[in-house]
């Protein structure tokens, strides 16, 4: 059984810094076949990809949204997953996923449907 569990979303004000973890029980962490990325999903709107990283951490992709404010990283031996949130924006204001899954390219072609694990969400509201 595949549990993911998010932590660390809250509010805070345009400018500010946020990181998130994902903690994995089961198999992710276990295998070394799961990439593991976060999504995101604001009121009304469709969930969207956020951020990938590979099974080794050596490879990573963004959205052009978040690209050069947010860093995905891993720690394996601690079984977490991260999300680094700096000069978060209004904008950014949504319910944050984490997910796994064996293809990266799922997350680079944006196939959400695909993705196989998901977590239960944790809320970050940024105020302008």
């Known amino acids: 059984q595949v549990t993911l569990t998010e932590s660390g979303g809250g509010l805070v004000q345009a400018g500010d810094s946020l990181r998130l973890s994902c903690a994995a029980s089961?198999?992710?962490?276990?295998?070394?076949?799961?990439?593991m990325g976060w999504l995101r999903q604001a009121p009304g709107k469709e969930r969207e990809f956020v951020a990938v990283?590979?099974?080794?951490?050596?490879?990573?992709y963004y959205s052009d949204s978040v690209k050069g404010r947010f860093t995905i990283s891993r720690d394996n031996a601690k079984e977490r997953m991260y999300l680094q949130m700096n000069s978060l924006k209004p904008e950014d204001t949504a319910m944050y996923y984490c997910?796994?899954?064996?293809?990266?390219?799922?997350?680079?072609?944006?196939?959400?449907?695909?993705?196989?694990?998901w977590g239960k969400g944790t809320l970050v509201t940024v105020s302008s």
């Open positions: 990283v590979s099974w080794s951490g050596s490879s990573t």
């Open positions: 089961g198999v992710i962490f276990r295998s070394n076949s799961y990439a």
């Open positions: 997910s796994a899954d064996t293809a990266f390219v799922n997350y680079v072609q944006e196939r959400v449907s695909d993705i196989q694990y």
